[in-house]
């Protein structure tokens, strides 16, 4: 089992960056995919990037697609999401997840296959 715990979120004027951290405890980071998703108030969860184990094939949604960065420090045992030109539409409480992933390499943009989930950070970005 592995323990999320994501921080790094905050208040930002639009155009701003951020970056969120989401520190894995209990098991590597190299046996899971991971995942970004978001949840503003009032909307469903939505997904934001993807990342396999080996770290080498990422996705993102069409909304984040070059602002967003998702990468790993294995090192660190943490994950990251890099986010640049930051925009209003983008406030939501950000969650990290994990996904147990012995072989292969893909991504899953549906929040519904993954076995674990941080408690979530706040964004909020004002015009």
């Known amino acids: 089992q592995v323990q999320l715990v994501e921080s790094g979120g905050g208040l930002v004027q639009a155009g701003g960056s951020l970056r969120l951290s989401c520190a894995a405890s209990?098991?590597?980071?190299?046996?899971?995919?991971m995942g970004w998703f978001r949840q503003a108030p009032g909307k469903e969860r939505e997904f934001v990037a993807a990342?396999?184990?080996?770290?080498?094939?990422?996705n993102y949604a069409d909304s984040v697609k070059g602002r967003f960065t998702i990468s790993r420090d294995t090192s660190k045992n943490t994950l990251y999401l890099q986010m640049n030109s930051l925009k209003p539409e983008d406030t939501a409480v950000y969650y990290c997840?994990?996904?147990?992933?012995?072989?292969?390499?893909?991504?899953?943009?549906?929040?519904?296959?993954?076995?674990?989930w941080g408690q979530g950070t706040q964004v909020t970005v004002s015009s």
């Open positions: 997840a994990a996904k147990i992933q012995l072989y292969g390499s893909a991504w899953y943009r549906s929040g519904a296959v993954y076995d674990y």
């Open positions: 209990g098991r590597t980071l190299s046996n899971y995919a």
């Open positions: 990342m396999g184990r080996s770290g080498g094939s990422t």
